[in-house]
């Protein structure tokens, strides 16, 4: 790998290098702790690549703002926390539906509500999956360190542009202002993904047909095609239908639209898995602790593991199952009162026990804590 | 409608869903007329709009367009402008949808004079969800919401474009479809944020509750309610007693929010060189 920089930054700058390096040249947004640096970095840096930035009037601007901005073809970006990504629900939903790529990042605040501002949190793991009304497809990211933070940021904009979805990358307060030493590769070392464009003649260009792809070719607007856009059920050509049979089959396809790329899709990480008795599931801030937990535990000669899920939403269950085989009880550490081991508990609970540790009082699981939870279920 | 019009308009997705005797083809008409008219690549042109009956305009017309969401057309068009400022962007939009839930966008692009031609549709109610009052349902009217009378004031459209920056502000009426035409052509021409008040009617959800007779009526009304702005100087103010004004209210252009981007771009370029 060919260096570009070495730096000290925070997880939220990381993520704007991401941004840019994946190719965002758009950011619509809205202020708020604790991902304010987010939109300040992006100030400063998109204008110098002939991106733009506005800050609106408000988070729901913000995300309306940007989905325009890709619809003309721009890569396209916003940050938010909290009440502001409550905010932006009902545009998010206007993305899955109407199929445009854009990536949000969520630096996860305590709430509900105001909350607090700059406590840390992970309780909006299912706000990211069913935040917006009806059901929808959607993907979320969740870094581990400032490295990732980059690192996923590229990958949700390249997934989003891919997949033509919404995309979240769900930091939560402690990774997105935990400061680390990161090597940043060079530019033209990075993968990047590009939407595909149509090759038909605007005459042809029926703007939602697909191939055995699942994913429609997308037209810049302003290059000829004139299509139309809306968030009704609409039929391949993109005009609005009331047809059962057709509302059916789009909502069926959305739904099913990554199954075929679930290997692309779907990233984890094991770690002290193969004959591991207990296992952690454990994501963002709170696998840190998780490891760290692990390691004391270990030389105790107790078996312990980590299956830290990246992609949380679609949530990666096969790779999950296929690891129980030793396991005799699984706990969840979460900065909530459950929210992801409730789906762990959906896949696994036939196989092994599943225990959550919740903690949602501003302050980070420690290892300690986790340590102790291990030895009351062993 | 003008056969020189007929490309301007998916002349496959007509007729229009909308009620017999509604304004609103008029006013859609009349932006087709305005575009014609104009000097503009109809390939480099995006109409958006939100949500509600006037919003529904969009799909019939024969360009990239964009039906967003209740009250955001302004904030998807801010995207779609500043991401390409080549683009002729139009926003139809409608009182409730401009005035009510958009109204913080709507203050906040004018205020941003980005280069937006915004046509909204004044039915003053509420038509696509059956005649819930909107903020312009005069005082005292009838709405399925105000059952006994609307309580609440009126916005001035005009004055609130005004205020809030826009650089050219002018009403017409559907019964005035020229001189709306006339205010679209001048509108596009601006390079700022336009806002068009086009009046138009609902007798479906608004004439019928506050028996106001045909639709035929409805236009008559506009069109005696009308004062054109060169007219009305020469009048008393007792003669424009209950009368609203029609024509070029404000023209003003001033720095433009993408221009004003697309210089620091350039700067930034030049400095980084
Ligand atoms: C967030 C949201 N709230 C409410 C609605 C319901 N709704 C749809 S159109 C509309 C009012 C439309 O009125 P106006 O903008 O004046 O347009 P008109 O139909 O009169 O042309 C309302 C309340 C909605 N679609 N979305
Ligand atoms: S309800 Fe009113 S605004 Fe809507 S189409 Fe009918 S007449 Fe027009």
Known sequence: MTIRKTSLIQGNRACTEGALAAGVRFYAGYPITPSTEIAE??????????????????????????????????????????????????????????EIPCVIVNVQRLGPSTGGPTSSAQGDIMQARWGTHGDHPIIALCPSSVYECFTLTVTAVNFAEKFRTPVYVLLDEIIGHMRENVELPAYEEIQIIDRKKPTCTPQEYKPYIIDESMIPEMADFGTGYRWHVTGLFHDETGFPTGKTEII??????????????????????????????????????????????????????????????????????????????????????????????????????????????????SLPITPDEIIAKVKEVL | MRPDLHHLFRMDKLPHIWCPGCGHGIITRAIGEAIADSDIDLEQTVIVSGIGCSSRAPGYMNFDTLHTLHGRALAFATGVKLS????????????????????????????????????????????????QYSPLTPTGKMATTSPYGNLENNFDIPVLAIASGASYVARGTAFHDKLLVDCIKEGIKNKGFSLIEAMSMCPTSYGRRNKMGTAADMLNDLKTSAVNINVAKKLTPEKLEGKFLIGTLHHKPYREFTEEYDKLIDRLRKEGD
Not at chain 1, 47 to 58: I, L, T, Y
């Open chain 2, 84 to 131: 390409n400022p080549q683009l002729n962007v139009f926003v139809l939009t409608g009182d409730g949808d401009a005035t009510a839930i958009g109204g913080n966008h709507f203050i906040h692009a004018a205020r941003r004079n980005i280069n937006l031609n915004v046509i909204l549709f004044n039915n003053n109610i509420y038509g696509m969800t059956g005649g």
């Open chain 1, 41 to 98: 970095i992006m100030s400063e840096e998109l204008p110098k690549f002939g991106g733009k930035f506005v800050q609106m009037e408000d988070e729901i601007a913000g995300m309306a703002c940007i989905l325009g901005a890709a619809l003309t073809g721009k890569k396209v970006l916003t940050a938010s926390s909290g009440p502001g990504i409550s905010l932006k629900q009902e545009a998010i939903g206007y993305a899955a539906m109407a």
């Open chain 1, 248 to 361: 059916d089959n789009q909502l069926k396809r959305l739904m099913n639209k990554f199954s075929k790329y679930e290997d692309e899709i779907l990233l984890w990480e094991e770690s002290k898995i193969e004959d591991a008795e207990i296992l952690l599931v454990a994501y963002g801030s709170t696998a840190r602790s998780a490891l760290d937990a692990i390691e004391t535990l270990r030389n105790e000669g107790i078996k312990v593991g980590l299956f830290r899920p990246i992609t949380i939403w679609p949530f990666p269950e096969k790779a999950l199952k296929a690891k129980l085989e030793k396991v005799k009880h699984i706990i969840v550490p979460e900065m909530n009162y459950g929210q992801l081991t409730l789906e762990v508990e959906r896949i696994c609970k036939d196989k092994t026990l599943v225990s959550g540790l919740f903690k949602v009082n």
